[in-house]
């Protein structure tokens, strides 16, 4: 079943703070996260396994709350490299296919 | 870093004929290949997946006889569009498993996709 993202859409000043969220109404093994570019294909930021796993990079961080199953993108004074469409993808279990969000488009203004 | 490569980038083609997609891990062995489709400005649609030496598996809706997948090693997996109409015009991307195996616990790498458009 596909995962629910929210918001669908967000637009920031440089330097401002995002949050994009997550949520399956299925047990999640693992949730990760991508950000696509206009034309071109999504580039990996990260995965986050059952466990309560929270991870990042740089000003990305990422959590993921196995109870709720949900999971949170976290952009921290974002720059305009950050704009673009983020996806979360699950699986239920580990072996194999996920299922991808509709997507957030983040757009950064200067 | 895993790298999967995928070709062409686009292509246009005619209404009826078919069009091959490759796309090949290139420093590690990818047995299991996903294939998805994107329109414009939507979601990636799971179509198939592709497991090296075996059959593929599709998912509901997709017709087997027209998304035609080969998965012919272990570092290429092929998506044929047969009879292709214009209502398949779309972004078709690939990823795998990064480290080569079917766990979803490392992520996946993408494709870069193709952009096929029927005319």
């Known amino acids: 079943q596909q995962p629910v993202q929210s918001p669908q859409a967000v637009i920031l000043r440089e330097g401002e703070d995002a949050v994009i969220n997550c949520s399956s109404s299925?047990?999640?093994?693992?949730v990760h996260w991508y950000r696509q570019k206009h034309g071109e294909a999504p580039v990996f930021l990260m995965i986050?396994?059952?466990?309560?796993e929270q991870k990042g990079h740089e000003k990305i961080s990422a959590s993921f709350n196995e109870k709720k199953q949900q999971s949170s993108l976290y952009l921290t004074a974002s720059q305009l490299s950050y704009s673009g469409t983020y996806f979360c993808?699950?699986?239920?279990?580990?072996?194999?296919?996920?299922?991808f969000g509709d997507g957030t488009t983040l757009t950064v203004k200067p | 870093g895993a790298v999967v490569s995928q070709h062409p980038s686009w292509v246009i083609c005619k209404s009826g004929t078919s069009v091959k997609i490759e796309c090949r891990s290139l420093?590690?062995?990818?047995?299991?290949m996903f294939w998805y489709r994107q329109f414009p400005k939507q979601s990636l649609m799971l179509m198939a997946t592709?497991?090296?030496?075996?059959?593929?598996?599709?998912e509901q809706g997709v017709e087997k006889d027209k998304f035609l997948i080969n998965h012919a090693s272990l570092t290429l997996s092929t998506l044929t569009v047969t009879s292709a109409h214009p209502e398949d015009s779309s972004f078709y991307i690939c990823?795998?498993?990064?480290?080569?195996?079917?766990?979803?616990?490392?992520?996946?790498?993408f494709g870069s996709g193709t952009r096929l458009t029927v005319v």
């Open positions: 990823s795998a498993p990064q480290i080569g195996t079917v766990d979803v616990a490392y992520g996946y790498t």
């Open positions: 986050l396994l059952k466990g309560g």
């Open positions: 993808g699950t699986a239920n279990t580990n072996a194999g296919k996920s299922t």
């Open positions: 299925k047990a999640l093994y693992s």
């Open positions: 420093d590690f062995q990818a047995t299991t």
């Open positions: 592709s497991n090296e030496g075996s059959k593929a598996t599709y």
